[in-house]
Each structure stands twice: as structure tokens, then as C-alpha cells.
């Protein structure tokens, strides 16, 4: 994780203020107005005292009434209409940064993410996005509001007497920012400590759910308990240690006015008694000051929760900062699928940038225990250079089915994956129509292309909306006819609802066949002319298998497949069969 100034992510955060920047002002404006009403509200009782005591003051005892009563109405107003521009402009913002995010996700996806702890990143995109609310509703605004207040309010008290003002001055910046900035400081990294703790528990949690009937079938719900408990009690701790900071910042804030309060009251009386101000200069400096630290005080809160909120933006920024492995290829003229080939391909996994996520997820998940982080670290640690592909060349004409074999591990999903351009080759070539993938549109090769991973993923929705996703403009008739291609039409009208049916989340009310052939299903409805199957039919029995494959020979006209299986009755549909290893 980058390390940023609290600076810094300020400074990032606020820049992204601009398209709002109207809406910002009227809130300051609003904010500044009521707070100057809410004082002279104050105000206006000490000059109401001094003239029932008989003093001479520059207002009638009606006009102060009726403007108390006037600054009231607008002290709620404008109140209410502060806090709507300021929630206005933080929900646009945060939408916004998801916005952001997400396309950044997009474009890191897929190798950037691969190591990267899934439910710290789900911790990214929503608490930590949504903490980020506090600092534009309850920040920005606040700070410059209290700036410009402080300097209405010193110039109000000073006309008295300058050292009245000025005193006024060290009382506002004392509250204002010495104490945030000290609190700041004990805070240390806390903030950062409680958001990568929260970020590990989400991803404990997920991973927990995923595997619970593997850890109920053995046994290990205990243990998991266990550990649960001891990342929620690591979090308690410094959710503690933050609230423990948070409590004495406020009773510092609130010692420091005290003394503000009775240093103004021994001023003004010693300047009172050296004739220097009138009992007036007296009694509504004071009273200024004591109606006056609310904008100071706001700022002087926000000296614990920033270091929470910075935080969480700089876990943000990393996503957003983050260089993607494959830049995205655009303007290029339209290529049409002729043929595709690898030309003495050499790949592996572990260069620096992706390794800098796995260290990332590995610092991330480090325990109070000693000896666990050690032992995690080196169970998880990643090689520098792990060789997946060497020298590899294959040539799949349009119109064939070419088969790929070989042992587990030996490069023949990456190399599928390759043909989609989600990582870049070290050495060599792949060529789509002759052209290398590299220098094609990216839209294009997509659209070219159809990959079916070893594991389907469903989203939590109908089985409809879920196919839909390979073709959102698919009618009724054409998904029908890509689930009889993936004999899954059948199994679709049994259910009650037929093919609005809802999926289960992560897809756990269907079997793992029934998942294979849905997304076999999103590969034929698709409709590209270069099929990339990664053991398309591993989970299914033989006469599923036999359909399925009776499908893809009669698609074979107007389609390329490559096929990786370990089923040799799968291999008998292939014109060609090539082996990794003797690639």
C-alpha cells in the first residue's frame, strides 16, 4: 500500500470537488451565515443586558428582540440548507468515486486481482467509499467555514480592543488546529490499522460463507470461530484505542475553551480598569467568545475520525492510482476473425507488478501472533518466476476444433486466457486473423471471442438476467436455443418459474453440472466465432456430455473452438489434439 500525507489525500479528495464546486460555495456561504446568526443571537443578549442595566448601546430593546428572533428563524434555515448541499454534494461525489473505482477494477481486472483478498476489496468499495461521506458532508465545508468565521469574529472582538482580537485569534486556532493536529499525531496509524483489520475480517467472514459445508462436514467450525473472535477482538481493540483518542480530544477541546473563556473575561476587566474599553468592550467580547467555538470545535472533532477517513480515501487512491498489467486498445481499424495462432509463446506468473498485490494481500492478513504471520507468510509467499508456458506455438485454422492436453498445471487455461489478452506474453506472439492481439481493438477481440472458465460464475438473479449477460439484447427465442445447445432447457422449464427462476448467490442452488452447462449456454448465445472451452464438460455425465458435443460439431461451420479437456470422449470431437508439454 502506498504510503500518502493525510496532506496529500486531502488534497486528492478535494480535487474531485470541481464538478460540484457551486453547490460548495452556496454551502459555506449558508454554513458561515448560520453560525454568524447563531452567535449574535448571544450577542444580541449582552447588548439586551446592557441596556436594561442602563448602558447605552447602538441598538433599541425592540429592534434586539426582533433581530433575535430574525436570527433564529434563519439560524435553522440555513442550517438545514447547509447540510443539504453538503449531502448533495457527497452522495454525487461518492457515486462518483464508485464510478471510478469500478472502472478502474474494470481495467486492473484480470491480473492485478487475481491475488488480491476479495473481501478486503468488497471492504474498498463500500465502507471505505461510504466513510469518505464524512469527509465531504462534515469536512471540507466545515473547514473552510470556520476559517472565514474565524476571521469575522476576530475583526467583530478586536474592534474593541486589537488584543481582544487576538486573543480571540489564539483561542480559534488553538481548538481549531493545534488540538486536531496533536490528536492527529497520537493517533498514528490507527485509522490505517482499523481499516486494514475491518478489511480482513470482511474477507474472513466471505471466505468463512463460501466454505461452510466444508467446514461443518469436518468438523472446523470451532476453529473458525476461534479465529473469527480473534480478528473481531483485534478490531474492538483499535476501534477502542481510536475511541479513547476521540474522548480525550474532546475534553482537551473543551479544558482549552474553558481557559479561553476566563482569560477573555480577566482581559477585557483588566482593560476595563486601565480605561481602556467601556463595560460594553467587556461584556460582549466574552460573550462572543463563549457563543463562538462552534465552527472550532468541529474542526477540533474531526482530528480523530480524519485519520479513519484518510484512511480509508488512501486504500481508494490505491485502487485508482493502480497501473493496469493490459491497457485497453482502441482507433484501431476492425479485424474479423481469420484464424488465430501462438507463436513460440513464453509465459509466467510472478512478475514485480502483480507481485506487489500478493505482498499487499500477505501484509494485509498478518495477525498479532507471531508465529502465524510467519507461518502465513511463507505458506502464501509467491514466487519471483514461475514458468507456465515456454516456446509454445500452435496454429488453430478457422473452422477447426483443436484440442489442448496436458497435465494439471501445465499452462492450458493461461493460455486460453492469453487469447483473450488478459495478460500481455513475455516472449512471442499471439495473433488473431493474423494481427497481433496486442495491436487490436479491445472491444473487438472481445466480440470475437467466447471463454468459458473452469468455474462458472452466477449471479445473484434469474437464470434469464444471467445469460442475458453474454448478449443483453438477446430475445426470448435465441436464449432458449443456446440452452438446448448446453441441454439445459429441459432442466430450466422443471423449475417452477422456468427461466426466471432466481440463481442462488454465488450460483449454490444448482449443482456444479447445471452451472457448467448455464455457462456454456452464455458461450453459445454469445455467438463469436472463436470458442475458448476450458473443460467444458468436466461435470457432466455422458449424455450431457454427448448433446453438448453434438452441438459444437454441428456448430463447427461458422465457428473456431479450442477445446482444453482431460476426457478422452471429449478429444474425439477435435480435428486436432496437441499436447502442452510437447508444444
Not at 119 to 144: C, K, N, Q, R, W
Request: overall charge neutral; hydrophobic content about 45%.
Amino acid at each position: 500500500m502506498k504510503r500518502r500525507s493525510g496532506f496529500t489525500v486531502m488534497m486528492r479528495l478535494i480535487g474531485l470537488v470541481k464538478p460540484l464546486a457551486g453547490f460548495m460555495i452556496l454551502a459555506v456561504a449558508m454554513g458561515l451565515a448560520g453560525h454568524l446568526c447563531a452567535s449574535f443571537i448571544t450577542v444580541f443578549g449582552g447588548y439586551a443586558a446592557l441596556e436594561l442595566l442602563g448602558f447605552d448601546t447602538p441598538f433599541h430593546l425592540e429592534f434586539i428582540f426582533a433581530g433575535v428572533i430574525v436570527f433564529a428563524v434563519l439560524r435553522a434555515m440555513l442550517r438545514y440548507g447547509e447540510q443539504s448541499c453538503n449531502h448533495f454534494i457527497a452522495f454525487k461525489l461518492l457515486a462518483l468515486i464508485r464510478d471510478k473505482v469500478f472502472l478502474a477494477l474494470r481495467k486492473l481486472c484480470p491480473a492485478k486481482l487475481e491475488g488480491r483478498d476479495k473481501g478486503d476489496l468488497i471492504a474498498v468499495i463500500t465502507s471505505d467509499i461510504e466513510l469518505l461521506e464524512v469527509f465531504y458532508a462534515h469536512t471540507i465545508s466545515p473547514a473552510m467555514i470556520a476559517g472565514l468565521y474565524t476571521v469575522i469574529l476576530c475583526l467583530f472582538i478586536g474592534s474593541f480592543h486589537p488584543a481582544l482580537g487576538i486573543l480571540a485569534l489564539s483561542a480559534y486556532l488553538t481548538v481549531g488546529l493545534v488540538i486536531p493536529f496533536v490528536t492527529s499525531r497520537v493517533s498514528g496509524e490507527t485509522g490505517m490499522q482499523f481499516r486494514r483489520n475491518s478489511g480482513n475480517l470482511s474477507g474472513f467472514v466471505l471466505d468463512s460463507l463460501r466454505g461452510l459445508s466444508e467446514t461443518l462436514q469436518y468438523g472446523q467450525g470451532e476453529k473458525r470461530l476461534v479465529r473469527m473472535n480473534g480478528q473481531t477482538e483485534m478490531l474492538s481493540a483499535t476501534e477502542k484505542r481510536m475511541k479513547r483518542t476521540a474522548g480525550r480530544n474532546l475534553a482537551a477541546a473543551n479544558t482549552v475553551i474553558l481557559f479561553f473563556d476566563l482569560c477573555m473575561l480577566f482581559s477585557s476587566a483588566a482593560l476595563y480598569q486601565g480605561g481602556f474599553v467601556d463595560f460594553t468592550g467587556v461584556l460582549v467580547p466574552t460573550v462572543a467568545l463563549f457563543s463562538s467555538f462552534g465552527p472550532a470545535v468541529a474542526l477540533a472533532n474531526l482530528g480523530s475520525t480524519l485519520q479513519n477517513t484518510f484512511a480509508a480515501g488512501n486504500r481508494v487512491l490505491d485502487i485508482l492510482d493502480e497501473t493496469p498489467v493490459i491497457n485497453e486498445v482502441a482507433g484501431q481499424e476492425k479485424t474479423e476473425f481469420d484464424g488465430a495462432a501462438a507463436e513460440n509463446v513464453s509465459f509466467f506468473y510472478g512478475k514485480p507488478a502483480e507481485k506487489e498485490w500478493t505482498d499487499r494481500r500477505l501484509t494485509d492478513k498478518k495477525l498479532a501472533d507471531k508465529k502465524r504471520r510467519s507461518s502465513m507468510a511463507s505458506t502464501e509467499r509467491v514466487s519471483e518466476r514461475e514458468e507456465v508456458l515456454d516456446g509454445v506455438s500452435l496454429e488453430i485454422p478457422k473452422g477447426k476444433i483443436i484440442g489442448l492436453v496436458g497435465k494439471s498445471g501445465s499452462g492450458k487455461s493461461t493460455l486460453l486466457k492469453l487469447f483473450m489478452r488478459f495478460w500481455d506474453v513475455q516472449g512471442g506472439s499471439i495473433r488473431i486473423s493474423g494481427k497481433d492481439v496486442a495491436k487490436i481493438n479491445t472491444f473487438d477481440l472481445r466480440d470475437m471471442e467466447s471463454l468459458m472458465t473452469q468455474e462458472t460464475h452466477l449471479f445473484h438473479d434469474s437464470i434469464k438476467n444471467n445469460l442475458r449477460i453474454a448478449k443483453p439484447d438477446a430475445a426470448d427465442g435465441e436464449i432458449e436455443a443456446a440452452c438446448r445447445k448446453a441441454s439445459v432447457h429441459e432442466f430450466i422449464m422443471s423449475l417452477p418459474r422456468g427461466y426466471d427462476t432466481p440463481v442462488g448467490e454465488l450460483g449454490d442452488t444448482l449443482s456444479g453440472g447445471e452451472r457448467q452447462r448455464l455457462g456454456l449456454a452464455r458461450v453459445f448465445l454469445h455467438d463469436a466465432p472463436f470458442l475458448l472451452l476450458d473443460e467444458p464438460t468436466s461435470s457432466l455425465d455422458s449424455l450431457n456430455e454427448a448433446v453438448i458435443l453434438k452441438s459444437l460439431h454441428e456448430e463447427r461451420e461458422g465457428k473456431t473452438v479450442l477445446l482444453v479437456s482431460h476426457r478422452q470422449s471429449t478429444m474425439r470431437i477435435a480435428d486436432t489434439v496437441y499436447s502442452v508439454e510437447s508444444l
